[in-house]
């Protein structure tokens, strides 16, 4: 890929990783809003651990499908052969771990590094949600 093709498919890909992160962490504030009326119910306790499990179910599968998106580009493009590299191949670029042991040609770095920005991005918000999530609970403004 040039360049220029890097930087535009890796938009692209960084741009639906955001469409996947915004789109789960929205319904997973409608559904505590929704399931409000159950944990109402509910000791403090067990409301406040049913909401931050909840969220992180949520949170961890919104870090999940974009990991296996990526796993799908290197397959796609024929990057990579097989969905095991795949998959550890976009889990230690997303997490930026990168131990280096599955490495790209020149001509795909750039484009590979989209990869680690939408994973910071994503743990970046993902971390904000859950502290607004939590200082609502905690100030106990969340349903009761």
Same mark, same amino acid.
């Given at each position: 890929?040039?360049?220029?093709?890097?930087?535009?498919?890796?938009?692209?890909?960084?741009?639906?990783?955001?469409?996947?992160?915004?789109?789960?962490?929205?319904?997973?504030?409608?559904?505590?809003?929704? !399931? *409000?009326?159950?944990? #109402?119910?509910?000791?403090?306790?067990?409301?406040? %651990? $049913?909401?931050?499990?909840?969220? @992180?179910?949520?949170?961890?599968?919104?870090?999940?499908?974009?990991?296996?998106?990526?796993?799908?580009?290197?397959?796609?493009?024929?990057?990579?052969?097989?969905?095991?590299?795949?998959?550890?191949?976009?889990?230690?670029?997303?997490?930026?771990?990168?131990?280096?042991?599955?490495? !790209? *040609?020149?001509?795909? #770095?750039?484009?590979?590094?989209?990869?680690?920005? %939408? $994973?910071?991005?994503?743990?970046? @918000?993902?971390?904000?949600?859950?502290?607004?999530?939590?200082?609502?609970?905690?100030?106990?403004?969340?349903?009761?």
């Amino acid at each position: 890929m040039t360049l220029l093709e890097q930087i535009m498919w890796g938009s692209l890909y960084l741009g639906i990783c955001f469409v996947i992160e915004i789109i789960l962490l929205v319904w997973c504030t409608l559904s505590i809003a929704h !399931l *409000g009326a159950r944990f #109402r119910h509910w000791t403090r306790g067990l409301r406040t %651990a $049913g909401i931050i499990t909840l969220s @992180l179910a949520f949170i961890v599968l919104a870090h999940t499908l974009q990991v296996w998106l990526w796993a799908g580009v290197w397959i796609w493009y024929d990057v990579l052969s097989d969905w095991n590299e795949a998959l550890y191949f976009s889990l230690v670029t997303y997490t930026t771990v990168g131990y280096g042991d599955v490495v !790209l *040609g020149s001509g795909l #770095r750039i484009f590979a590094a989209f990869a680690a920005v %939408a $994973g910071l991005l994503a743990f970046g @918000l993902s971390t904000a949600y859950l502290v607004a999530i939590m200082t609502r609970l905690f100030e106990g403004r969340m349903p009761r």
